[in-house]
């Protein structure tokens, strides 16, 4: 795994207190609507992430990591979000490389830590 991913926390649970506290009242129901619908949509994400990257799809390995990236990000799961930047940098070059499939298996690794994080939240 690339140091910068090692050297991140995992988690920041700073970020869902700010999306909490900006739901108000509604803040737990948001919160745990919001992990809910990463988990389904980050599910058909990684599907998509595995069928671009074996036939070679390097812009579509772009679009799935910079919308990961962002939305990870927003729900605190720093290393998630790391771990697809790296991937989207390595993909933009629009050719695989010996990193690709470390990079690859990284955002995978980080998806699978982060789903008891999220499930926590629902």
Same mark, same amino acid.
């Given at each position: ?5 090692? @050297? ?8 869902? @207190? %700010?999306? $909490?506290? #900006? ?8 919160v745990s609507e919001m992990a809910q619908l990463f988990l389904d949509e980050t599910a058909k994400s990684m599907k998509e992430l595995r069928a671009a990257t074996n036939r070679a799809d390097? &812009?579509?390995? #772009?679009?799935?990591?910079? $919308? !990961? &990236? ?6 605190? !799961?720093?290393? /998630?979000?790391?771990?697809? &930047? %790296? /991937? +989207?940098? +390595?993909?933009? $070059? ?7 499939? +470390? !990079? &690859? ?6 998806? %699978?830590?982060?789903?008891?994080? =999220?499930?926590? =939240? =629902?």
């Amino acid at each position: 795994m690339p140091v910068q991913t090692m @050297e991140t926390p995992i988690f920041n649970a700073s970020a869902i @207190e %700010e999306i $909490s506290s #900006v739901a108000g009242d509604q803040g737990p129901a948001f919160v745990s609507e919001m992990a809910q619908l990463f988990l389904d949509e980050t599910a058909k994400s990684m599907k998509e992430l595995r069928a671009a990257t074996n036939r070679a799809d390097w &812009k579509a390995v #772009v679009r799935v990591c910079h $919308s !990961l &990236k962002s939305s990870a990000a927003t729900l605190g !799961l720093m290393r /998630l979000s790391i771990a697809c &930047k %790296e /991937l +989207e940098v +390595e993909a933009r $070059s629009g050719a695989s490389s010996p990193q690709t499939a +470390e !990079l &690859k298996a990284a955002v995978f690794d980080q998806f %699978e830590q982060a789903i008891p994080i =999220l499930r926590s =939240l =629902l």
